[in-house]
């Protein structure tokens, strides 16, 4: 592709962000989706008090130019090269600002934030949510509508927006002052950032981002009116919701030199998902980072689960909207730093093969619960542990069993995809900084008696913006040209085969698999009243 300036001709190339938990990066791709620039940055977590967790919005900001001017810089290329931008952030991470000034009233609230614990649990408790079980349950009875099924059985969590919004609305007047005179704005890490790169012009999010915040009608397309008077939270802070491929706006001259169209906005794991190509229904992508993502393609339906999957907006794109099922597991990522602070192992490289030195894990359990068990279990109070320990263990069976915890734990996320989509899969693809570790991507294939692959490319959101963005201008044509331009590193293919059917090495792994889900059960309600 190329730009014309001038009456020059000038090879031109896609920009993409990535804004995630811990680290921004910046991608410079040319035609073949090949990286020409990179530049990353971390993200500074702030803990003010225990249980809560905050990012700075304007360090943020700066965050994200540094590393737009850094990979620029990088690939050798110059900025009015890059033909347009594309988003993708972290989702649920919240903060609020002066519709005049842009001065934000309080830091970002993190998506891992407990601030809003307490206010979570007198609501699931309470006796306007048992009498919206009791309500929807009867709509089930007489109409067997699964929609209906799903809502009887709803459980408020920290990890979306809503509640931790209803508690900054309760405890900060300045906020509920700014609503009552309608100069607040809400917006999650993407809409501040379209506000900032337009300089104010652009107040608005995608339907990817807006489905994940919890108070988005993802069978409706739109705002949840119900949610929101049930909770109190004020439709009128809320951005425009616009297809993840639209042209956002263009970002300031003043900003990077030159003005950039911004052609996508993306959460992070729909992002994720469009760049493993899983365009088609029953395509599964798995995010190993610092939580699991496991997401299902449902196509133009959203899925109705009653075991704790969650319907999301994959992307809309023109007018076609696809839907994916998505399982969660917290910890992973964090597991695995929280043993590198214990000092188990010096660098994460070295887990592969130190899990790999001993034939088990010694009877040792772990379970990756600090923030509490998702899909199937549903466990806001479990704890994490360490069970089975002995004089015996050494560091190898301690890391063993902390990898093997991953893989478990996708095993649980993929029968519960199965039993509850119903839907075929056709292929399976791995990423995030987790992917690289060959005895967690081995055993996941083995217990999932199915082959699993690996892109080249192990952070995958960046691209999935990428391509959206570049499908936005004609960069690239189609989605069946990106999946040419799609490169796997490795396949891992289900170990004995021979002695399980289609069971992969499960038979070797199921004592083991039965010893750690009583280990699960154990650390269930821990933090339970007494």
């Keep these: 592709m190329e730009i014309q300036r001038n009456g020059f001709k000038r090879e031109s190339y896609i920009l993409s962000v990535d804004v995630g938990t811990t680290s921004i990066r ?43 001017n850094g990979a620029v810089q990088d690939s050798g290329l110059q900025m009015r090269q890059m033909e347009t931008l594309g988003i993708s952030t972290q989702r649920g991470t919240f903060t609020t600002w002066d519709r005049k000034t842009g001065v934000p009233f309080h830091n970002f609230i993190s998506w891992q934030d407990l601030r809003a614990v307490e206010l979570v649990r007198s609501w699931n408790n309470s006796c306007t949510m048992k009498a919206i079980h009791g309500v929807m349950m009867v709509l089930h009875f007489l109409s067997k509508n699964k929609r209906f099924q799903a809502a009887s059985l709803i459980v408020f969590s920290t990890q979306h927006v809503t509640f931790r919004l209803a508690w900054a609305l309760r405890h900060w007047k300045q ?32 339907y990817s981002n807006a489905s994940a915040t919890g108070m988005f009608d993802s069978y409706q397309l739109c705002w949840s009116e119900f949610l929101c008077c049930l909770v109190s939270l004020p439709l009128s802070i809320l951005p425009k919701v616009l297809n993840t491929g639209h042209r956002f706006g263009s970002t300031d001259p003043s900003i990077f030199g030159v003005s950039i169209p911004i052609m996508s906005v993306m959460a ?17 992508k798995i995010t190993m980072g610092t939580g699991t993502f496991m997401n ?33 597991a917290a910890d992973t990522g964090t597991a695995i730093k929280w043993a590198q602070e214990l000092e188990l192992f010096s660098d ?58 991953v893989a478990f734990r996708n095993k649980q996320l993929y029968e519960t995809m199965l039993r509850e989509t119903h839907i075929p899969i056709r292929k399976i693809r791995a990423d995030g900084g987790i992917c690289t570790n060959d005895f967690v991507m081995q055993l996941t294939a083995d217990l999932f008696g199915r082959k699993v692959a690996r892109p080249t490319q192990h952070e995958m959101s960046c691209l999935g913006a990428a391509f959206v963005a570049g499908l936005e201008v004609g960069f ?55």
């Design 175 to 206: 906020l509920s002052q700014a609503v009552a005179e309608g100069t607040c704005c809400f917006g999650t890490i993407d809409t501040w950032l379209l506000y900032k790169l337009t300089k104010g012009l652009v107040h608005a999010t995608d």
């Design 268 to 284: 992070d794991q729909q992002a994720a998902m469009f760049g493993e190509c899983c365009f088609d229904i029953g395509d599964v």
């Design 26 to 68: 910046c991608h410079v791709f040319d035609k073949e989706a090949q990286i020409r620039g990179s530049c990353t940055t971390k993200v500074n977590l702030l803990y003010p008090e225990p249980g809560l967790v905050e990012l700075d919005p304007e360090e943020l900001w700066r965050g994200f130019v540094k590393v737009v």
């Design 476 to 530: 690239w044509k189609s989605q069946e040209e990106l999946k040419k331009l799609q490169r796997t590193d490795r396949v891992f293919l289900p170990r004995n085969l021979y002695r399980m059917g289609d069971g992969g090495t499960e038979g070797e792994y199921t004592p083991i698999l039965q010893r750690w889900e009583q280990a699960l059960k154990r650390s269930m309600n821990w933090y339970g009243n007494p």
């Design 296 to 328: 299902i393609n449902t196509g133009s339906k959203p899925h109705t689960s009653v075991a704790g999957l969650y319907p999301v907006v994959g992307w809309k794109i023109g007018p076609e909207v696809v839907y994916l099922a998505e399982g969660n």
């Design 348 to 405: 994460v490289r070295e887990t592969d093969a130190m899990a790999n030195s001993v034939a088990n894990s010694d009877g040792v359990c772990f379970v990756p619960s600090f923030s509490g068990l998702q899909a199937p279990l549903n466990d806001p109070k479990a704890c994490a542990s360490f069970m089975g320990l002995k004089p015996s263990t050494t560091k190898s069976h301690l890391v063993r069993a902390i990898l093997e915890s």
